[in-house]
């Protein structure tokens, strides 16, 4: 396994779709434009564009000259076509395994046996796809800023990366699950005459610090990514406390405060996976120890 590959594997995992014909394989790769314009007011699609560039010298190699690219105002696509009996693409196959789409794959076991750089670069490809970064992601203080991981629906890759995550040493400050305890906490939506308003993408939330190591490939969120990772420093620096001490903690390792939340209707429905169905939650951290993210 190469760096290349694990990014490859990183970014269909993250907004991948997998169509299998009779003698061919089609993988589709999605790059969402959150906003058309970056937080210097360029447009987001120059930058991807510009990006592809370097996603192309990472995967090309592996994938040869068939690599398509297709843009909208929202979403860039990358994808390519191989014979079902090449090496790559059974490759693919075999870490992929029967998922059709990011909505229903898991991270294989074998790649938590990769080594860090590898980790590294599953997550960076991962994130390339799936993570934003942006002022407004801020958590209290306007300097205390995040990226976001959204992943829509699948449950168990929010946990799965969430673990890929805690192997390269980097916590998840927050998980915004779309679970009805979380999203509608006060039933307002529900009152609203809107029960399922709480059926969104789940959102990963990691300090920017704490997520420079993994980085960004495409250009206008490693650029965003690198100013507030330095503001989030600076303005801790400022308060004469030490980042380290905020901001490098895994949920388990704190005490917080536990509002309880009443009971939601939606609490029994079958969008919720069968290990937390029928259960209540006042907090994000149950949710996540019931699935499997924690110590």
């Keep these: 396994m190469n760096r290349e590959m694990s990014y490859l594997l990183g970014m269909i995992c993250g907004n991948g779709e997998i169509k299998r014909g009779q003698f061919e394989t089609t993988i589709s790769i999605e790059i969402p434009?959150?906003?058309l314009a970056t937080e210097n007011n360029n447009d987001v699609r120059i930058y991807v564009r510009a990006s592809i560039t370097?996603?192309?010298?990472i995967i090309e190699p592996l994938v040869g000259t068939g690599l398509s690219f297709t843009q909208q105002d929202n979403y860039s696509i990358i994808s390519f076509v191989k014979p079902n009996d090449d090496y790559l693409m059974r490759e693919i196959i075999r870490f992929v395994g029967n998922a059709a789409s990011h909505e229903n794959i898991r991270?294989?076991?074998e790649v938590f046996r990769f080594s860090r750089d590898q980790k590294i670069s599953f997550l960076q490809g991962f994130a390339d796809v799936t993570g934003y970064?942006?002022?407004s992601n801020y958590?209290?203080?306007?300097?205390m800023h995040r990226v976001y991981i959204e992943v829509p629906h699948n449950w168990y890759l929010v946990v799965d990366v969430c673990k890929l995550l805690k192997d390269v040493d980097i916590p998840v400050q927050a998980i915004d699950w779309a679970h009805p305890n979380m999203r509608d906490g006060n039933l307002s939506k529900y009152n609203e005459g809107k029960p399922d308003f709480w059926k969104k993408e789940h959102q990963i939330k990691i300090?920017?610090?704490?997520?420079?190591?993994?980085g960004f490939g495409v250009i206008h969120k490693r650029e965003a990514l690198d100013q507030f990772s330095n503001e989030l420093?600076?303005?801790l620096a400022d308060e004469g406390k030490r980042v380290e001490d905020v901001t490098h903690k895994y949920y388990w390792e704190g005490a917080g405060k536990t509002k309880v939340k009443p009971i939601h209707p939606g609490e029994n429905d079958d969008f919720l996976p069968v290990e937390i169905k029928g259960?209540?939650?006042?907090?994000?951290k149950d949710i996540a120890a019931a699935l499997g993210y924690g110590e």
């Design 54 to 57: 370097d996603i192309r010298s």
């Design 133 to 135: 970064i942006r002022r």
């Design 139 to 143: 958590f209290f203080k306007p300097y």
């Design 207 to 214: 300090w920017a610090n704490e997520f420079v190591p993994v």
């Design 107 to 109: 991270i294989d076991n």
């Design 233 to 235: 420093k600076n303005g």
């Design 279 to 284: 259960n209540h939650y006042n907090s994000w």
């Design 33 to 35: 434009h959150k906003k």
